[in-house]
């Protein structure tokens, strides 16, 4: 409620508190897990949340986890890191059918909508698609391992593993690194916008950017000692 000052548990409900990302859509927050839901679901801006991984079916002894949630005005995306790669949901997530892509690697980390096109990413690099995921194509210009993607002030900006955070002036044909504040090669795990700043959650805990990426602070009072920070949103001012 303060922006990062401090922070706080909300933990009610979720079969595993190892929470991997957070999506904020149709008066709704949901996160991403690896307990044998999958997906919860919160309508209470997160004081209690319920399953909402129908179709994932995620056995019992699995190590399917939900690594990323993404929506457009037709469909919500859920990324894993199974064999079954991408799923998909036409009803707010109640239900969920499973896709596949052409990556190399089934892990994937990031699924996120950015100027009507969905891009996803993983180890390898970065797919995208433009037809809600019926059919993909490579994305050349990001030859590191994509953890995030959003576009902000008239920029691409991608989160990388343990190689920082890069910044595109031309669409994704070209990348330069914008991570100036941070601790070296840092793991990125998810990037949002909250008004005019960039917010980074990071394995150094959580940063932010009031310049267009071009430099960076941290947000870490009251996160513990290991602060490694898997995702972050927030709401507006």
Known sequence: SDFGDTWQEMNNGLANERVYCFLKYNNAIYCGDNGPNGIHKSTD???????????????????????SIAANSDYMFAGTNSERGIFRSSDSGATWQVLHSIMDSTIVIDVSTVDSLLFAGNYAGMIRSADNCATWTIFPGFQNSLKSIISFGGYYFGGSFRQGLFKSSDGGMSWSRSDTGMAP???????????????????????????????????NTGLPVSRSAQSIAAKSD
Not at 53 to 58: Q, R, V
Not at 198 to 211: H, K, N, P, Q, R
């Open 45 to 67: 801006n997160g004081s209690t949340w319920l399953p909402s991984g129908s179709g994932l079916n995620i056995p019992a002894y699995s190590s399917l986890l939900v690594r």
């Open 185 to 219: 090669l840092i793991d990125i795990t998810k990037l949002i916008v909250r008004g005019t700043d960039l917010l980074a959650s990071t394995e150094d805990g959580i940063y932010i950017s009031s310049d267009t990426g071009n430099t960076w602070n941290n947000l």
